[in-house]
């Protein structure tokens, strides 16, 4: 019958309702000018060994990869990452979340199938990471960058 409302006592055979407390902790996400979070675990691949992937070390890695381009460039995009062009940001975010995996991986290798597989990841970013440098210091990249 519809729009009746038994009060009964629900059936023996379920099981009692507990209530589930789950403490939520509030997972701190790396900083980075040039790179998110998102971007550096992607970069350094599901078998990444949680040990050395902190937060603390990835922010750590993205200042070192932000420092070594704004010297390698002798421009501090860091302090003007806002008002660049989306081309050249999501250049320098690349770089820096690639450097970020890079340093995850090194760190600690065992979470990789093999020696190999973390060493031909590694390599990979490493030739990406080449020839971004390559797009930031040569003189028609920088004329593009400044223009864009």
């Given at each position: 019958m519809l729009g009746q409302v038994f009060?009964?006592?629900p059936p023996l055979y379920l099981p009692r309702w507990r209530p589930s407390f789950k403490l939520e902790t509030r997972k701190m996400a790396a900083t980075s000018i040039m790179s998110t979070d998102d971007e550096m675990n992607?970069?350094?691949g599901e078998n990444i060994d949680v040990t050395?992937?902190?937060d603390a070390n990835k922010t750590a890695w993205g200042l070192q990869?932000?420092?070594y381009i704004n010297?390698?460039?002798r421009y501090n995009f860091s302090d003007n990452f806002g008002t660049l062009n989306v081309d050249v940001r999501n250049l320098l975010s690349e770089y820096v979340s690639r450097y970020v995996g890079i340093s995850g991986i090194a760190y600690n290798m065992s979470g990789f199938t093999s020696r190999i597989e973390a060493e031909d990841m590694m390599n990979i970013h490493l030739y990406r990471m080449n020839k971004i440098e390559q797009i930031l210091v040569d003189?028609?990249?920088v004329t593009y960058m400044q223009g864009a």
């Open positions: 009060l009964t006592a992607a970069m350094a050395g992937w902190t990869a932000e420092n010297i390698l460039c003189q028609k990249g």
